[in-house]
């Protein structure tokens, strides 16, 4: 008699998906939300582009992105909202359909608890607005400057084309592969590099960087590139508000600052540094150096 016990298959062993697969497949929802702002966002579909089940493909959104899906629409939307308002003649009507609001009023409402003042209101009297209104002499207030001399610096950098407004999500992908590789720390510096001047060029051909400084030797390949960064000296200004403003301050930069100050700007790219973050910080109080390099 054989008492030997019955030869079993075992069963194979469960595929595993490593953090890269699940932030690559967080990577392509957010690539379809900022390729779709106009749009309504519709989850199921969310979770068809994650792969995931659409029980739970957002609480790992949640977790590995640090805000729900309806935070990074909302604030991406009221992002591109604020430069409809300073740059383009656009009605408040119009500007809430393309934010995915029903109505005027219910944009207005969400618009004033991030902005502080209806959109109406920021159109009229933003800082953008008090520098076309106000005199040279008192818009010179507005902001501070100070030079800086700058050592030479290394970054990590993934390149954008287009509007310069839309250059977060050149951010996004290059904040999640250094993340991945331990790049990211109390120390780092997040900076934007831009190349044209948007008055000149037209916007779908606009060439910019989203950049980390870091002294890293982490090995990197496509899309991702190494980036000098020259030292020398820079007019740095300090700007105090959202993102949909800084042009203001370059014009007042190059127009008001750099013309009195009997220097000259340097053959090299200016840049932006980031100094908080924009998913936890209100667009009010987005702080953002613009360093201007000179001879």
Known sequence: ?????????????????????????????????????????????????ACLSPYHWHRVYHAL?????????????????A???VQTPMSIAEIAGKSGYPSPQSFTRVFKSAYGVPPATYRR??????????????VSKMYDVSIKTVPNMKAVSVTHTGSYMQIGKAFDTLMRWCGMHGLLGPDSRSVGIYYDDPSLVPEEDLRSRAALITN???????????TDIAGG????????????????AYQWLY??????????????????EYLNDPQQTPPTDLVTEIYLPLK
């Open 1 to 49: 008699m054989d008492t030997k016990a019955p030869k079993t298959t075992p069963k194979k062993a469960a595929e595993s998906v490593t953090l890269a697969a699940y932030e690559d497949r967080m990577a392509r929802v957010t690539d379809y939300v900022y390729e779709h702002l106009d749009e309504k966002i519709d989850l199921s579909r969310l979770a068809e582009i």
């Open 65 to 81: 992105r640090g805000e729900t899906i309806a935070a990074t629409v909302k604030r991406l939307r009221l992002h591109r909202a």
């Open 83 to 85: 430069g409809y308002l």
């Open 125 to 138: 009297v933003g800082g953008h607005a008090q520098f076309r209104k106000q005199s040279r002499e008192r």
């Open 216 to 226: 890293s030797e982490t090995a990197i390949e496509p899309p991702f590139e190494r």
């Open 233 to 248: 000296e820079y007019a740095v200004l300090r700007h105090v508000g959202p993102y949909a403003e800084l042009e203001t």
């Open 255 to 272: 127009g008001d600052w750099l013309v009195a100050s009997g220097r000259e700007a340097a053959d090299a790219p200016i840049f932006e």
